[in-house]
Every structure is written in C-alpha cells, then in structure tokens.
C-alpha cells in the first residue's frame, strides 16, 4: 500500500473515531501532497511523499523551539503531536552501526578523499538513508571521516 493510500485510509479512520487533532495532521500532510503535486504537475510517488514529510517534520521541529522559547508550551503540544503524526508514515530509522556502514561503502564506491568530494558523498548517500535518517546528522559524519 502506498502511502497516499494509507495516509486516506487513515483520514477515514480519524473521521469514524472523531479523532480530530489526528485528522487534522493527516490533512494538513494530504494538502502539502497535493500542493506539490498542483504546483509541479506529476503525480508524487512514496519517494517524493517521504520528502514532503521531512520538510513538514523540519518546519513542525523549527516552531517547537520557538514556541518553547516564547513560553508556549500549548502551541508547542500541538506541534509534537502533529510530529508523531507525521513520523508514522516514514520508513523505520537506521542505526547507527547501518548508517555507518553505507558511509562507508559510499566513500569507498566514491573514491573521496577529502572535504572537496563531500558532496558527490551526499548525493549517492540520500537516496539510500531517505526518510530514514537525518540527513543533517549524516552531513556531519560525513565532513568528520573526509576531514580525519
């Protein structure tokens, strides 16, 4: 099942149990879907939905500091649960020891050698930790084992 499907299999799940803060997520995420899929004229696949998640998880982490900053712990409830909601629909994380070894095999397939080849690493590295990983996290151990 894709994850469109899902995603209103689900919508139809939030309705029947009058479930609306978890109904109001999955709309939020449908509509982002929809949009990117009126703007650029195509039909998005799990590929494309996973990375309309990430964004939407990044600007949802971006206001929860903020609201915590401002003392708005209300605002910033609603934001984690709406992240919850969202990481449901994205594949299981790597660990660290599989993340470690797909830099590996990638700076090895790659030939890098140094800070210079850092983004031929990232760019054969994102299609296999998509959805799966945090792709800051990996920039950052990347830059480590090419600068050592």
């Not at 712990?73 to 790597?94: G, R, S």
């Not at 470690?100 to 850092?118: N, Q, R």
Request: charged share 30%; glycine share 4%.
């Amino acid at each position: 099942m894709t994850i469109k499907a899902q995603l209103a299999e689900d919508m139809k799940a939030a309705m029947r149990a009058k479930d609306s803060a978890r109904l109001g997520a999955i709309r939020l995420l449908q509509a982002a879907i929809k949009q990117r899929e009126v703007d650029e004229r195509i039909e998005l696949d799990d590929g494309q939905v996973i990375e309309a998640i990430e964004k939407m998880l990044k600007q949802r982490r971006d206001s929860i500091s903020q609201y915590e900053a401002a003392n708005r712990q209300d605002l910033a409830d609603v934001e984690k649960f709406e992240v919850t909601v969202l990481q449901t629909y994205l594949p299981a994380a790597l660990t660290e020891d599989e993340v470690s070894a797909i830099l590996d095999s990638v700076i090895a397939e790659t030939g890098a050698a140094s800070i210079k080849d850092m983004s031929k690493v990232m760019a054969a590295v994102k299609p296999k930790v998509v959805g799966r990983a945090d792709m800051g996290k990996i920039s950052g151990l990347i830059k480590s084992r090419l600068a050592a």
